[in-house]
């Protein structure tokens, strides 16, 4: 072959190169233009229940936000959105019908461009371990144990196999897996966290291995990640600035849900994901 047509070859093969290390050996991300389909799955901390006003029509028992994330994205971008979030949602409730609800899954259709997840914490009784924890003493307060070794594998298997299915049925779209916002803050306790030193380390640890599962999932599956847990990290709910509700008591005022995200935190997940599909 002609040193030309060495040189030429060369940097096509360095030019696919540079392409695959910007995405992580990914699939080749595309703009995102405006009125394309979007789908938003996954649990409370998706739907946000109490962020603003309600956007179930009719209304249900899922509690979606028009203040959620995904409404906000959604506006933003000017997307066609179908929120299909649930509060109480595990990963069965994607794959499968609970009740009236029809699966998460079944909305994502081959005209979908977008998909965002946060799922999970239901699996592993994240949040509601760590509301049975705030209310010990109180009538009516539930025990909660941490999740067992065959929870966690389940875990992975349902989330390996959410990817799998979004990729079978929207093979065009982007698949962004939102993990869960940071809630107590890195060492101690507040009075908006009214827990024992012990019950705070196991939700930090519940909490570091849902962000991890979700993260290594998405890296295996092809697919994106925003995390969202790091992203908070200093917003807390015993901040100054908390972007998730503390536990309600005389003392603590909360605007929605007990440990879950707030306005302000719904907020910083739609603008990080505005970056990402600017990208």
Not at 5 to 34: E, M, R, S, V
Not at 66 to 86: M, P
Not at 147 to 152: F, S, T
Not at 254 to 260: E, R, T, V
Request: aromatic share 4%; charged share 20%.
């Amino acid at each position: 072959m002609r040193p030309e047509f060495l040189l030429l070859a060369a940097a096509a093969a360095l030019a696919a190169l540079a392409g695959c290390a910007g995405t992580g050996g990914h699939p080749a991300i595309h703009p995102l233009a405006a009125g394309v389909r979007y789908v938003a799955m996954g649990s409370s901390f998706a739907a946000g229940p109490g962020v603003t006003v309600s956007a179930d029509q009719p209304r249900n028992r899922c509690s979606r936000s028009a203040g959620n994330y995904a409404h906000q994205l959604a506006q933003k971008r000017g997307l066609l959105l179908t929120d299909v979030s649930c509060g109480g949602a595990t990963t069965a409730h994607l794959f499968g019908s609970w009740g009236e609800l029809a699966p998460q899954l079944d909305a994502v259709t081959a005209d979908t461009r977008l998909v965002t997840v946060t799922i999970g914490g239901n699996d592993v009784g994240y949040i509601g371990g760590l509301s049975a924890a705030s209310c010990q003493g109180r009538p009516g307060c539930p025990v909660v144990p941490p999740p067992g070794e065959q929870a966690w594998q389940l875990l992975e298997t349902a989330m390996r196999r959410i990817a799998g299915e979004v990729r079978r049925r929207a093979p065009e779209a982007r698949l962004i897996f939102v993990d869960y916002l940071t809630i107590l803050p890195e060492h101690g306790v507040c009075a908006a966290t009214p827990v024992s030193r012990e019950q705070a380390e196991t939700s930090r640890a519940v909490a570091r291995r849902l962000a991890a599962i979700t993260a290594r999932i998405a890296d295996e599956s092809g697919v994106e990640v925003l995390r969202s847990s790091a992203l908070s990290r200093r917003h807390d709910a015993c901040s100054r600035t908390p972007w998730t509700n503390g536990f309600p008591s005389r003392e603590v005022r909360i605007n929605g849900a007990p440990y879950h995200p707030d306005l302000a935190g719904m907020t910083a997940i739609a603008e990080a994901l505005d970056r990402m599909l600017t990208r």
